[in-house]
């Protein structure tokens, strides 16, 4: 093979490769740009303010994407809190203490978490969660926000534990060696020296998972009961944006207000976890240069 | 090779030219029956395939428009921005009332509330009583069980009533959950497709006759009374087809006006339309 042929296809896979990692990029700023087009037929006819400010949806007279907000933030939030304490304390006891044997059998089941299909979840919310909700509080249904909360806080699980372990994992031994030889026992090695080393590589893992929580759909529609006014706590029915797309794009007259509508809200929902998801990944390079 | 040719036209001609096929899409609500239509009605007609899918009344009438569907099934009429999406394509439609849906009321069997006025019910769904004690002698909160706001059932109850659902009103995945809900709650009320209380179980439920200021109350399950148009909560399904295309649904559309398809609709749990229409 003479030298000109070599360069040649060095040249070819040189723009294949790029031409497919382009691709990734066109689309992401095609759906983008989509979203943007159609909510902007929206705010030409609904003003922002009431938008931002309402305090009701109710397609065709009231567009306001407030109780939507608030529903999301209620059951995204919810779920962190159940989920980071566990998540961040099951990574601590896989890399840290856990017996090799057993570690071996936790990580390949924790993945596997990740794999149940999100309808099976929600379906779990209605029939297991839902009862067991209402029977514990003394309240007629069990759809509401606090269901919502634990089903999302179990599908985030995985993504939390993986990322920290490897947060905490990539604390270099040393940081171990001098806590102990210093006197320190174990538990105040992993809370006062692991932890806070790997703090960057945690935040990156919540806010991963949070991005998972705040996308999720099925779930959440199948066991929050779906009322659309603002909740006022864990044990109201709650409506979030994913949801409120999934069950009202079927039947919304096309190109009318109701469909750009709903673009609007699908382009805010993309804002906030692009958002989350570039803070996650900040974090996640300062963690890789941390140690480089 | 010439003959290679020659059963390669022959094997796409076999294809397209004796089997027509009808593409029938929309209401969710509908599509089971659609199905079940269009499978008997294959049984004696195998030139003529119809395909049936589901995706909502909106995207039937949408697929329509666009010319991927020759039938859009939809649970409610045509709105007024569509048609001027038809005008402005100037496509001529026409309809066809194909069977009638009722929709039943439902409370817990623990209530004591047998039948409830057309106003007393716009009040508790649109959030106006949020206590039984307004209605009844019972101090409980109302706690209001709906479909989703993409069903047909729920845009109908809030047309025919002409309210706007209260906030609070939960919105269930389908007519099953909803069932399941009141029969948990003492306190709920919730409104499912006659069809489904028909055929499922009705044990720890109770189906609300409704009433009006001029008639008397009327059960949802009073075949007679849906077949004369007296029970205020029924609707006609809607099939929209292209006026131009009229021949080639005509054999389908037949078909459901048959005895066979009568006798198809009204074990599914819908009505036969009133014979005068």
Not at chain 1, 214 to 241: C, H, Q, W, Y
């Amino acid at each position: 093979m003479n030298v000109n042929k070599r360069e040649l296809t060095d040249w070819v896979f040189k723009q294949a490769f790029k031409a497919t990692g382009l691709i990734t990029i066109a689309l992401l700023g095609g759906i983008f740009i989509m979203l943007l087009y159609n909510s902007i037929s929206f705010f030409a006819k609904i003003s922002p303010v009431d938008f931002f400010t309402g305090s009701q949806w109710d397609p065709e007279t009231n567009y306001s994407i407030l109780p939507l907000i608030v529903s999301t933030m209620f059951v995204a939030v919810g779920s962190m809190l159940i989920a980071i304490p566990l998540g961040i304390l099951t990574a601590a006891y896989i890399s840290e203490f856990a017996p090799k044997k057993l570690q071996v059998i936790l990580k390949p089941i924790i993945e596997m978490l990740a794999a149940i299909p999100s309808v099976a979840i929600g379906f779990l919310g209605i029939v297991l969660l839902g009862p067991g909700i209402s029977k514990l509080f003394g309240i007629q249904n069990g759809l509401n926000a606090l269901n919502g909360s634990i089903l999302l806080s179990i599908m985030a699980l995985p993504t939390i534990i993986t990322i920290s372990e490897d947060a905490i994992n990539a604390v270099p031994k040393s940081h171990r060696e001098a806590s102990l030889a210093l006197g320190a026992n174990k538990w105040e090695t992993l809370f006062k020296v692991t932890i806070p080393a790997g703090f960057p590589g945690l935040i990156a893992a919540v806010m991963l998972g949070l991005g998972r929580a705040l996308g999720e759909t099925m779930t959440v529609l199948m066991a929050t009961g779906n009322a659309s006014a603002i909740p006022k706590n864990f044990l109201d029915s709650v409506r979030t944006i994913t949801a409120t797309i999934a069950i009202e794009m079927g039947e919304v007259p096309y190109q009318t207000t109701h469909y750009f509508a709903l673009f609007a809200i699908a382009a805010i929902l993309f804002v906030i976890t692009l958002v989350i998801n570039l803070l996650g990944e900040y974090f996640a390079n300062r963690l890789r240069n941390y140690h480089q | 090779m010439k003959r290679f040719y020659f059963y390669c036209t022959l094997l796409l001609y076999s294809c397209t030219a004796d089997k027509e096929t009808i593409k029938v899409k929309g209401s969710d609500t509908e599509v089971n029956l659609a199905v079940l239509l269009a499978e008997s009605f294959h049984e004696k007609n195998d030139n003529l395939l119809i395909s049936v899918s589901g995706g909502g009344s909106g995207l039937g009438i949408a697929s329509l428009l666009n010319g991927t569907a020759d039938i859009a099934n939809s649970s409610r009429n045509i709105n007024e921005e569509e048609e001027d999406l038809f005008k402005d394509k100037s496509i001529q439609l026409s309809s066809f009332i194909f069977a009638q849906d009722a929709i039943a009321f439902v409370v817990s069997d623990k209530l004591p509330l047998d039948s409830i006025n057309t106003k007393e019910l716009a009040k508790i769904l649109s959030g106006t009583y949020t206590n039984w004690s307004q209605l009844i002698k019972k101090d409980q909160p109302i706690n209001i069980y709906g479909r989703q706001s993409n069903s047909g059932t729920h845009e109908f109850v809030k047309m025919v009533l002409n309210i706007h659902f209260s906030p609070y009103a939960k919105q269930m995945n389908g007519n099953a959950q909803i069932l399941e809900a009141i029969k948990a709650d003492n306190s709920g009320i919730g409104y499912v497709g006659a069809g489904y209380v028909v055929k499922g179980t009705t044990e720890g439920i109770k189906i609300l006759t409704i009433f009006t200021d001029t008639s008397i109350a009327v059960s949802p399950l009073d075949e007679g009374k849906i077949a004369s148009g007296d029970y205020f909560f029924q609707r006609p399904l809607f099939q929209y087809y292209k006026a131009k295309d009229y021949e080639k649904v005509k054999e389908f559309l037949n078909f459901e006006k048959s005895k066979k398809g009568l006798d198809i609709i009204h074990s599914s749990g819908y009505f036969p339309v009133k014979q005068s229409l």
